[in-house]
Structures are given as structure tokens and as C-alpha cells.
């Protein structure tokens, strides 16, 4: 399978000759939408800093771009806020290939950001996604089916760098539940990043899917064997579960040590 984050009010702020106070850090979460409905590039985790600064960590993966791919590339970038508007822009120079651009812009709200993602790849092709980012949950309602169609984006209890690691889970028409998801992987003292596409799997009536998948990404002269688990369950109020990645690099000569995520628990709610 392709791999493919008690105020005053203004008034009594404003009687006393002191500035409103300022809003902590928030986090923000999930994934570009293909077509408006489906997970898809990038993988977006989103910190309005009480500074009125902007900072992003991005994942995506990209293909059949003149014979270079990657399933786990990192950006990351930063932008100030004007009022609840943003613009983020973050950029990489793959050797060989040019450079990797990504420009967010949208509208910052207490739970939610709403807004879009420009991918630009040099020699490769260029997209706008719609993203709209969830702050984190706890869902805690009872057992529940959700309608088809239903996008849930969240967070894991992974972090990079600062950044929790975003995911989105979609609800399909025929009652299937699929999600693209990050995470970190430690092997030694690499960091390799990971971008999962976890296929459709059966929701059961108390809510629950989720299984086990391996599969192998192969580049000239050496492969990525994963193995992969994503469980959840829907409640009333939101989704929640675990989920776990393994990979064992190899390059024809000898097997390297294996790089783990460790089991994390994770979250999300409709958007």
C-alpha cells in the first residue's frame, strides 16, 4: 500500500490601561482534501503561537516526478497572523530535483483552521487542496456509527520537533472507515518520517475497525518493508485509538536495525 497537530473581558482590559491578555499556544491538525471530501497531501500540524506568529510542520509524498519519489518528506515554515488570517510558506531544495514549495493560507478560529494548501513541485506538478484543521479532542460519548461521508481530523500522542503529528479518518458511503496519517520512526539516531494511507476497513456496529497491513516501498538499490497497525472507534462526540509502524530498511547487503513508532494513542473529531 502507498504511503501516501479565566480571561478579563476587553472592557475591564481597557478601564485599567492594560492590553487584552494574549492567547496561549493552540495546535492544530489534520489533512489537506481532495475534492473537497478525501484525506490527501499535505499532512498539516498548525501552532498559533501567543506571539502572533504562525508555525507548520508539513508531510507529503510525491511521485513519478522525473524518477525521484518520496512518502515522507517534511517541510516546514512560518507566518504571522493579520487578525485571524495567515499565510504560511514553506520551502525545500531536493537535490537533483529543485525545490518543494507549499503555501498555506486561511482564517484562524479558537478549534479550527479553514483555509488552503498550494503544493508546488519543481519538474513535477503543482495542486491546491482545501484543508480545514482540528484542534485536539477527548472523545468520550458512547459507542455510535457516524454517517457516510464524515471527515474527522486530530491529532496522535506523537510530537516532532514541537509539533504533534495530525491525521484524518473519513467515513466512506458504504460504511467503511479509512485515514491517512504521520508519524516518527527512531532507529539509532535517524528520524525517518512516515506518511500512511491505512486502506477501508469494516465499522462495526459498536463502532470499532482497524487491522494490520505489510507492504514494501522498493527505490533502485534498496527497500522500505512496513508493517503497519491502525485500530479505532467511533463514539458520539469524536473518534479515538492506536496505532503502530514498524519498518525494516535493506539494501541487498544486510538488514539495518528496525525503526519503530512505539504504540500511540490518537484522536479526532468531525470537521
Known sequence: MIRYAVLPSIAVAVTLGLAPAAHADTHYGGTGLYKQTSP??????????????????LTLSYSRCRGYA??????????KLNG?????VARQRVRGMGTVRVTLTGTVADTSVTGEARVRIARCRSYTQPIVLRTES???????????????????????????????????????????????????????ALLDHTPSRKI????????????????????????????????????RGTLTARMQYQDGKRRYIPCRSGRQTWTARAT
Open 84 to 88: 485571524a488570517n495567515f499565510t504560511v
Open 204 to 239: 462495526g456496529a459498536d463502532g470499532s475497525f482497524g487491522g494490520s497491513q505489510t507492504y514494501t516501498i522498493r527505490y533502485k538499490g534498496f527497500r522500505e518493508r512496513y508493517r503497519v497497525t491502525f485500530r479505532g472507534q467511533f463514539v458520539a462526540d469524536g473518534v
Open 70 to 79: 518520496n512518502y515522507g518528506d517534511v517541510l516546514r515554515g512560518r507566518g
Open 138 to 192: 477527548a472523545p468520550a460519548g458512547a459507542p455510535a456509527v457516524p454517517a457516510p461521508g464524515t471527515v474527522m481530523q486530530g491529532f496522535s500522542s506523537q510530537s516532532a520537533g514541537g509539533h504533534r503529528m495530525p491525521l484524518t479518518v473519513r467515513v466512506t458511503k458504504g460504511g467503511r472507515a479509512y485515514a491517512l496519517w504521520t508519524a516518527v520512526l527512531r532507529c539509532g539516531r535517524a528520524r525517518p
Open 40 to 57: 490527501g497531501n499535505p499532512a498539516i500540524s498548525l501552532i498559533r503561537r501567543d506571539n502572533g506568529t504562525v508555525d507548520a510542520r
